[in-house]
């Protein structure tokens, strides 16, 4: 089993930037990556940012230029650094991972409004 536990949403004016992390623990060391997903009101979930556990990062293209998705293997987190935030930015985040299951936080939420 893995948990993993969201933080740094918030409310940012367009244009901004924030940074969300996501502290993983329990049976981490058979994970074979992890993402960010987010999902807007009346929208489907999407994934925004996906790293492996070799580096390799893939993003969506709606957030390439902007989004910047690392991880500290020491401290068992992953970060998406967020910036030029807009409007249509506005969802839940969820941190997700994955090895013969998947697993997902409980959601941060994201608020880009002026």
């Known amino acids: 089993q893995v948990q993993l536990v969201e933080s740094g949403g918030g409310l940012v004016q367009p244009g901004g930037s924030l940074r969300l992390s996501c502290a993983a623990s329990?049976?981490?060391?058979?994970?074979?990556?992890m993402a960010w997903y987010r999902q807007a009101p009346g929208k489907w979930r999407e994934q925004v940012a996906t790293i492996t556990n070799s580096g390799s990062a893939v993003y969506a293209d709606s957030v390439k230029g902007r989004f910047t998705i690392s991880r500290d293997n020491a401290r068992n987190t992953v970060y998406l650094q967020m910036n030029s935030l807009k409007p249509e930015d506005t969802a839940v985040y969820y941190c997700?991972?994955?090895?013969?299951?998947?697993?997902w936080g409980q959601g941060t939420q994201v608020t880009v409004s002026s």
């Open positions: 997700n991972a994955w090895d013969d299951y998947e697993y």
């Open positions: 329990g049976s981490i060391f058979r994970l074979n990556g």
